[in-house]
């Protein structure tokens, strides 16, 4: 066992050894209640009449759940022997005080380089539910993620009747050809990579498509029982719904927080959101498809097919043939809105949400797409993303190290947090050029101030949906609304009382969402789009949340296998 690299490890240890292409996986639940040992390997998987080798965790795709219970300490030893350089996000986790544990390369840490190891540690504080993980650096999430199972402390019951039994479901996508050669391909002509060639439920496209009799997903069910589903949304780029034939759901948490239940016959999820819902097996015995498709409400090129993966009830002959849901159409704005309107924090005395009342900050940033020059592209331009008129640029150190050690020259600290510019956000289509910069340009956040921060989405080249995810804090989607925000109505608006608290949120198709959080916890976070393909145009920032002043609220010293650049 690794020694304890910061003071406070006084919690039971869960032990998680990670390799990519040779991996060792223990997990200890509390003290010595279970270990298990997985491998690792790049390997040639079978999807859609396609073999190909792809970089897997534990030889397995999706990769190995991890399990730990609220209060653990978790070691997880990632030993790289891909062709890449690698590293690991623990989406969710809210990692205090220890970026160095986060994952994002060049944020919090530099890559794992092939052929070397690091240990991420970590206590778990304060959580349970359904988080993930997944490769941060180039588009290597397309097959390295798994799912997180906090479970809750000992005696502690669930906020809804206890299931029967429980099913993880991990949505993802899938290219014929190697991921990172199909992005490299579409920066070098300036335009967007080609669509993926399927959608995947556990790692499978379902009967749907061709020669995948063997790649389908099937999940049994007892009739009269309940069941936990933990629903994991690891796509690159798509936000997706989600339905099961003749099948509603409750939903009762998001983002691994407890949600007030509501019923449901489909769901909406985007890349990075987590949904747990409970499903009652109360219908005819028989099979039922489940079944995933994109919600796609304007004219952008996606993978619009179907994946699907079976409900079967015990004891039911295989050769019955399933029924398929009804989903939403792929382009229904209408549920997409109401969907999320329903959901609401559960707000109860042992479960409160403490939303900031008092704003001492207050942000907006404007998302942006456009063009850039680029004289070896196909039209002499690339597509590029900003916040803020401002196209993120990745350092070459991790900024968390440059934060700690004061180096100089890696990043600033004066991100607007306003945009230069003011228009018509999602007025008539823009093509107007209004970036400003490149630069790896920061905002600095005093610790413990409780920020607000509007995301608006603009009509610059085209209006898109786009989900933020925010490293090291939870949040409170406290409104959301179509067209400009107006800040001299909008605000009054607010769900201060019980707004859904989440890490991940989906800023509507040509409209505007405003979070709220505490800045308590010190160090570099990252703050991006989670469409692969945005964050790689630029659709990215970090919160610099300065130290402080108790000897607690200070970042952690680096360890002493810190992966170097």
Same mark, same amino acid.
């Given at each position: 066992?690794?020694?304890?690299?910061?003071?406070?490890?006084?919690?039971?240890?869960?032990?998680?050894?990670?390799?990519?292409?040779?991996?060792?996986?223990?997990?200890?639940?509390?003290?010595?209640?279970?270990?298990?040992?997985?491998?690792?390997?790049?390997?040639?998987?079978?999807?859609?009449?396609?073999?190909?080798?792809?970089?897997?965790?534990?030889?397995?795709?999706?990769?190995?759940?991890?399990?730990?219970?609220?209060?653990?300490?978790?070691?997880?030893?990632?030993?790289?022997?891909?062709?890449?350089?690698?590293?690991?996000?623990?989406?969710?986790?809210?990692?205090?005080?220890?970026?160095?544990?986060?994952?994002?390369?060049?944020?919090?840490?530099?890559?794992?380089?092939?052929?070397?190891?690091?240990?991420?540690?970590?206590?778990?504080?304060?959580?349970?539910?359904?988080?993930?993980?997944?490769?941060?650096?180039?588009?290597?999430?397309?097959?390295?993620?798994?799912?997180?199972?906090?479970?809750?402390?000992?005696?502690?019951?669930?906020?809804?009747?206890?299931?029967?039994?429980?099913?993880?479901?991990?949505?993802?996508?899938?290219?014929?050809?190697?991921?990172?050669?199909?992005?490299?391909?579409?920066?070098?002509?300036?335009?967007?990579?080609?669509?993926?060639?399927?959608?995947?439920?556990?790692?499978?496209?379902?009967?749907?498509?061709?020669?995948?009799?063997?790649?389908?997903?099937?999940?049994?069910?007892?009739?009269?029982?309940?069941?936990?589903?933990?629903?994991?949304?690891?796509?690159?780029?798509?936000?997706?719904?989600?339905?099961?034939?003749?099948?509603?759901?409750?939903?009762?948490?998001?983002?691994?927080?407890?949600?007030?239940?509501?019923?449901?016959?489909?769901?909406?999820?985007?890349?990075?959101?987590?949904?747990?819902?409970?499903?009652?097996?109360?219908?005819?015995?028989?099979?039922?498809?489940?079944?995933?498709?994109?919600?796609?409400?304007?004219?952008?090129?996606?993978?619009?097919?179907?994946?699907?993966?079976?409900?079967?009830?015990?004891?039911?002959?295989?050769?019955?043939?399933?029924?398929?849901?009804?989903?939403?159409?792929?382009?229904?704005?209408?549920?997409?809105?109401?969907?999320?309107?329903?959901?609401?924090?559960?707000?109860?005395?042992?479960?409160?949400?403490?939303?900031?009342?008092?704003?001492?900050?207050?942000?907006?940033?404007?998302? !942006?797409?456009?063009?850039? =020059?680029?004289?070896?592209?196909?039209? +002499? %331009? /690339? @597509? &590029?993303?900003?916040?803020? *008129?401002? $196209?993120?640029?990745?350092?070459?150190?991790?900024?968390?190290?440059?934060?700690?050690?004061?180096?100089?020259?890696?990043?600033?600290?004066?991100?607007?947090?306003?945009?230069?510019?003011?228009?018509?956000?999602? !007025?008539?289509?823009?093509? =107007?050029?209004?970036?400003?910069?490149? +630069? %790896? /340009? @920061? &905002?600095?956040?005093?610790? *413990?101030? $409780?920020?607000?921060?509007?995301?608006?989405?603009?009509?610059?080249?085209?209006?898109?949906?786009?989900?933020?995810?925010?490293?090291?804090?939870?949040?409170?989607?406290?409104?959301?609304?179509?067209?400009?925000?107006?800040?001299?109505?909008?605000?009054?608006?607010?769900?201060?009382?019980?707004?859904?608290?989440?890490?991940?949120?989906?800023?509507? $198709?040509?409209?505007?969402?405003?979070?709220?959080?505490?800045?308590?916890?010190?160090?570099?976070?990252?703050?991006?789009?989670?469409?692969?393909?945005?964050?790689?145009?630029?659709?990215?920032?970090?919160?610099?949340?300065?130290?402080?002043?108790?000897?607690?609220?200070?970042?952690?010293?680096?360890?002493?296998?810190?992966?170097?650049?």
């Amino acid at each position: 066992m690794s020694t304890n690299r910061a003071s406070g490890f006084k919690k039971p240890i869960s032990f998680l050894y990670i390799s990519v292409f040779v991996l060792l996986l223990s997990v200890q639940i509390e003290a010595a209640t279970k270990k298990y040992q997985f491998i690792v390997e790049v390997k040639n998987v079978s999807r859609l009449c396609h073999a190909k080798p792809i970089v897997t965790v534990n030889g397995r795709f999706p990769g190995p759940t991890v399990y730990a219970r609220e209060g653990d300490r978790v070691l997880i030893n990632v030993t790289n022997h891909a062709q890449y350089n690698i590293s690991i996000h623990w989406h969710g986790l809210k990692q205090y005080a220890n970026g160095w544990a986060d994952g994002p390369a060049y944020i919090t840490q530099c890559p794992i380089k092939t052929g070397s190891n690091y240990v991420y540690d970590f206590n778990v504080t304060g959580q349970r539910g359904t988080l993930w993980w997944h490769a941060h650096i180039l588009w290597l999430r397309a097959t390295v993620y798994g799912a997180i199972v906090i479970l809750p402390k000992q005696a502690t019951p669930f906020p809804f009747p206890r299931p029967d039994g429980e099913h993880i479901i991990v949505f993802g996508e899938w290219w014929h050809a190697d991921v990172e050669e199909v992005v490299k391909q579409g920066n070098a002509l300036g335009l967007p990579p080609n669509m993926s060639d399927a959608h995947t439920i556990n790692g499978k496209p379902g009967p749907l498509f061709p020669c995948s009799e063997k790649h389908t997903f099937v999940m049994e069910v007892e009739q009269g029982k309940r069941y936990l589903l933990r629903i994991v949304n690891a796509a690159l780029n798509d936000e997706l719904f989600f339905a099961i034939a003749g099948h509603n759901m409750t939903v009762v948490e998001i983002d691994a927080v407890y949600t007030k239940p509501f019923t449901t016959n489909a769901l909406l999820i985007a890349p990075g959101q987590t949904t747990n819902v409970i499903v009652s097996a109360n219908r005819t015995p028989g099979r039922y498809f489940m079944a995933v498709r994109p919600f796609q409400d304007v004219p952008i090129p996606v993978d619009n097919k179907t994946a699907t993966a079976i409900l079967q009830y015990k004891n039911i002959p295989t050769t019955v043939v399933p029924l398929l849901p009804r989903l939403p159409s792929p382009n229904d704005t209408e549920f997409a809105l109401s969907y999320n309107e329903k959901l609401r924090s559960l707000n109860t005395p042992n479960f409160p949400a403490n939303v900031p009342v008092k704003v001492d900050r207050s942000l907006f940033f404007t998302v !942006g797409l456009g063009k850039s =020059a680029c004289a070896t592209c196909v039209n +002499g %331009t /690339r @597509l &590029s993303a900003s916040l803020n *008129n401002i $196209t993120f640029v990745m350092p070459e150190t991790g900024l968390l190290q440059a934060h700690y050690f004061n180096k100089k020259g890696v990043f600033t600290v004066d991100f607007p947090d306003k945009p230069p510019t003011f228009f018509n956000y999602t !007025g008539a289509p823009l093509t =107007a050029n209004l970036f400003t910069s490149k +630069g %790896t /340009r @920061l &905002s600095k956040i005093t610790f *413990n101030s $409780t920020v607000e921060l509007v995301i608006q989405d603009t009509n610059l080249l085209s209006v898109e949906s786009h989900p933020f995810h925010l490293h090291g804090f939870n949040f409170f989607v406290v409104g959301t609304g179509v067209g400009n925000f107006n800040p001299a109505t909008d605000p009054a608006k607010y769900n201060l009382v019980d707004p859904p608290e989440r890490n991940t949120v989906g800023v509507p $198709t040509g409209g505007w969402a405003a979070i709220r959080f505490r800045a308590d916890n010190p160090g570099v976070w990252f703050f991006h789009c989670h469409l692969e393909l945005h964050t790689g145009w630029g659709l990215k920032t970090a919160f610099v949340v300065e130290d402080g002043p108790g000897k607690d609220q200070a970042v952690r010293p680096p360890p002493k296998d810190l992966p170097a650049c």
